[in-house]
């Protein structure tokens, strides 16, 4: 989203998965058309576990992930959150979305800032520190994917991470910090205790 004299604001691109939704056509046209998305199975864990309500919102396909096509090895994918790889594809799909080609964003000063307040993955690899170089987190992964220069800034506060991420956005832009930004934001949860 550039910032110019003559515009506020214009954001360009957009995408995201949903509980059963791997678009924001599909969320959309499931909506429209009274489809449940939060159901009760047990796909993340039993229902009626400690007590949890039985019905929750669900992303598909956590386990996939194109890893040649965004230039990771396989070692370093095994130390990638599934949530972070999530919004690489989804960032990547947001910059097409625009209509730019993500490759022009190479060594440009655009900024990426990220909400979420759910990073459970890298707390199974509190030991695993010590022995790999790559463990990364959800900016810095997208800064290196896309080789950007800009600043990088994760918020984290509680259910308004997001927003929050993008009124930092906005204020990087006017103070002139970046040309311009990718907001993303996330909130995944794949531990019931934090339900």
């Known amino acids: 989203m550039p910032l110019n004299n003559n515009v506020d604001v214009v954001i360009s691109g957009i995408s995201g998965r949903f509980p059963a939704s791997d678009s924001v056509e599909e969320f959309k046209n499931n909506l429209y058309n ?13 229902v009626g ?3 949890l309500p039985p019905c929750s919102g669900k992303v598909k396909s956590f386990d996939k992930f194109d890893s040649n096509f965004f ?12 949530q972070e790889r999530k919004l690489l594809e989804t960032t990547f799909e947001a910059i097409v979305d625009a ?11 655009t900024g990426v800032f990220q909400g979420s ?21 959800q900016v810095t992964t997208l800064s290196r994917y896309l080789n950007l220069k800009g600043p990088m800034m994760h918020v984290d506060t509680a259910c308004g991470s997001s927003f929050c991420a993008l009124n930092e956005a906005f204020r990087a832009l006017k103070n002139g910090m970046c040309e311009q930004a990718i907001v993303t934001g996330s909130n995944t949860v794949f531990r019931p205790i934090f339900s």
């Open 34 to 46: 009274g489809v449940d998305m939060v159901t009760a199975d047990n796909t993340r864990w039993p």
């Open 117 to 137: 307040c759910f990073v459970e993955f890298h707390k199974d690899f509190k030991d695993a520190a010590a022995t790999s170089k790559y463990i990364p987190n």
């Open 49 to 51: 576990l400690w007590d």
């Open 71 to 82: 230039g990771f090895t396989p070692k370093e994918v095994e130390h990638i959150d599934p």
């Open 99 to 109: 209509g730019v080609d993500p490759k022009t964003l190479a060594g440009t000063n």
